[in-house]
Each structure stands twice: as C-alpha cells, then as structure tokens.
C-alpha cells in the first residue's frame, strides 16, 4: 500500500518520526504492547505532533479529505433549518464541536442571520490550535460583522442549553481493535518489531471491553478471525453531556451504521481506515502524525450511552433525508436559473451530499436532546429511523 501512496516530503517525514518515537517510548513504558485506542489517540492528538495537532493542511482540495462544509455552503444553510427549531425552543446559543476549517460555521451564522435567529453566542470547542487559529480567520473573512459572537471553549461546558453540533467528530474518536479468533475475544494492540517498527499484538481482551464485545454477540468465526471496533471513547462523550445539557438538543452527523449492519458477518475486517492526500488506505501504523485516522460510527452504542445517561433520542434519519427535510432543493433552487453555472455548480455540489452512490445514505444523523417539547424535527418528518437503533 506505501507503494501507491505519494511520498510524504523530507520535513513531514522528519515530523513523523518524533511522534513515532514518542509513541515507541511510550510503548517501551507500557511492557511492550500498547492498545490500539491509545497509539490512535496520540497519532492524532499528541501536543504538536498528531495529525490534528500538528500545522499540516487537513481539510479540502490541498489536505486529505473534504467534508460536506467545503462542498458547498447549502450543508450548513440547510442545517440552519434546524439549528433555528432547536434554538427556539431552548436558549440562543450555539456550540460547534470540532470546527474544522470554520466553513460550517460562517456558513450556519450566516443563514440564521438572514431568517433573523442569530445565536447570542457561538461556541467552538476545539482541541487543534492550529485549527483554531484558521478558524479565526476564515471568520474575520466571512462574516466579519458577526465575529464578536463566536468564542473557542478548551473543554465542555458545566452547564449549557441550546443546540450543539458536531459534524464528523464522532469518527475520530480512537477506538479499541477486537478479534474473534477460536471462541476468544482479544484486545488487538500495537507493539515494536525487531527492527523498532510498528507491528500488531493480540492479547485476551478484559474487564469493560470484554463485556462491551460480549454484548455484541458476534458469531464467532469457524475458522479465521472476525475483526472490528468498539469506540468507548464515543459513548463517554456523548454521556458526558447529559448532565450538562439542560434543554436543548445534540446534533450528531457522520458516516455509520445502526450495530445490526456494523457488526455484519460480511464485515470481518472492520471499518477502520486511514485517508492520506484523498486516498483511502487500511495501513493505520503508517507515517504516524500524517494521516487521518477513522472508523465507522455505531450509532446503535452511541444512541444507548446517550439515552443510559438520561437524555432522549429524538431521531435517527439519513443525511439525505435530513437535509431535504431541511429544505436543500428550495435553497438550491433559489440559487438561479437552472440552466445557468451557478445553479449547474451548485447542484452538482448537493448531489454529493444526498445521492445514495455518495454521502446521502452512508453519512447518518442522530439528534438527542434534554426538555425540547417539541413535537416533530424539521430535520426527521419524513424519514425518521430510530426504530434500526
């Protein structure tokens, strides 16, 4: 795989190697094995050096991915739809978990702003100051009449009512590595070969993971091993904002499954995938700190840590059904003639969100909530999906 992948440069090789000796210490530390949930965390988050904490570019044409914000503004117009509802029935206030480039949340002020539903205060939590700083000035480009309103928190509120989203978050979250292999359930962790590399190690999975794993049921293979994820990490998150929401709601977009699909027999080398200059590849030990590292969302657990934590599942829908309930074909129909670029352009961009073949039907979202009393989402009026959970 290294081989179809276009070389990283001398300095970004350079930067790798420190995080993967930090990592090999670590490991040395550790008694030799380290789990895979802590090498993702520290490839990813480590101060300076992790993917996400480090200065290299990440998000669009330049970086390793693109996500739905820099396809086109009409993810966040119609988001808007939403976010209005939810605010209205709660507090004005607005938390944006992992910002990304900041896209979003011009895009979001914006359209509030013209349906006359500013937020008071618009928050983002995000942990990359690199980010943060991109943030800003995207920001003071975009909306600079609105930027006195947007302020960065460094961790969750004690308390808080409004609207928080948090739009491919959940996916990088690290995740434990588990194998079914001759009717045992191990742990699959990282490890350094003779030559100080990277290389895997299995041990007998214990305590909390176990009896997650053991919950699951998966068919224990009859021969081979049936490998996949549990994201523990995920499930903390989202309980740790029951007792900090007091009305309002959680909007959570990503790409996923309900645990029925995840956990399919068919799906016996997991989800877990790195993207490197939008290219997808399965080596995750490869080049710490350059790639993105990700699994698949079992919305399934997240839907149950939420609703064990006391806050409601307010639903479950498509990232299709979602936007047009939220009113994407009147947006994009408002942008021009349909004949002309401009509305040309534009379509092409929200085809990409919505079509099945892309991120219409792979891309889910869930909305949990505290004290809404609300009777219908305008995001889930017509394709609500709860009951797969």
């Known amino acids: 795989m290294q081989n179809q992948l276009p070389l990283p440069g001398a300095d970004a090789l350079e930067h790798s190697a420190h995080l993967s000796s930090r990592i090999a210490d670590e490991i040395r530390s550790s008694g030799g094995w380290l789990s895979f949930a802590r090498f993702m965390e520290l490839a990813l988050f480590a101060p300076g050096l992790g993917y996400y904490s480090g200065g290299s570019h990440k998000f669009g044409p330049d970086g390793d991915f693109v996500t739905a914000p820099e396809i086109t503004p009409l993810f966040g117009r119609s988001l808007a739809a939403q976010v209005q509802q939810v605010l209205a029935a709660s507090a004005p206030q607005v938390i944006e978990v992992g910002a990304g480039t900041g896209l979003l949340a ?32 995207i920001l003071r480009e975009r909306v600079p009449h609105l930027v006195e309103r947007v302020s960065w928190l460094d961790a969750l509120p004690e308390a808080f009512a409004g609207c928080i989203l948090a ?4 996916d990088v979250m690290p995740v434990q590595l588990l194998v079914w292999r001759d009717g045992e359930i191990f742990e699959r962790g990282v490890c350094l070969d003779d030559e100080g590399g990277f290389t895997w190690r299995d041990q007998p999975a214990a305590g909390r993971l176990l009896a997650a794993a053991e919950a699951l049921a998966v068919e224990m293979p009859s021969e081979g091993e049936y490998l996949s994820e ?21 909007i959570l977009i990503d790409y996923g499954y309900p645990q029925a699909e995840y956990y399919l027999p068919s799906r016996s080398s997991g989800t877990l995938q790195c993207y490197y200059r939008h290219r997808a590849h399965p080596d995750v030990l490869l080049w710490p700190g350059l790639n993105d590292i990700t699994s698949f969302v079992d919305f399934t657990a997240i839907a149950d840590a939420a609703f064990a934590a006391g806050l409601s599942v307010e639903g479950y829908t498509t990232q299709a059904s979602f936007l047009t309930d939220c009113g994407l074909l009147e947006l994009l129909t408002a942008v021009g003639p349909s004949d002309q670029a401009p509305y040309l352009r534009a379509a092409r961009a929200a085809l990409r969100l919505i079509a099945p073949h892309e991120m219409g039907e792979l891309f889910k979202v869930l909305i949990l909530g505290r004290e809404l009393n609300l009777p219908l989402l305008v995001g889930l009026r017509t394709g609500e999906r709860s009951h797969v959970l």
């Open 167 to 170: 739009n491919e978050v959940l």
């Open 106 to 137: 011009c895009d979001l002020l914006l359209e509030l702003e013209a349906r006359g539903a500013l937020p008071d205060s618009y928050a983002i939590l995000e942990l990359s100051g690199e980010l943060r700083v991109r943030q800003a000035e």
């Open 230 to 250: 549990i994201c523990l990490a995920a499930q903390a998150w989202v309980a740790g904002w029951a007792p900090r929401l007091t009305q309002g709601a959680i």
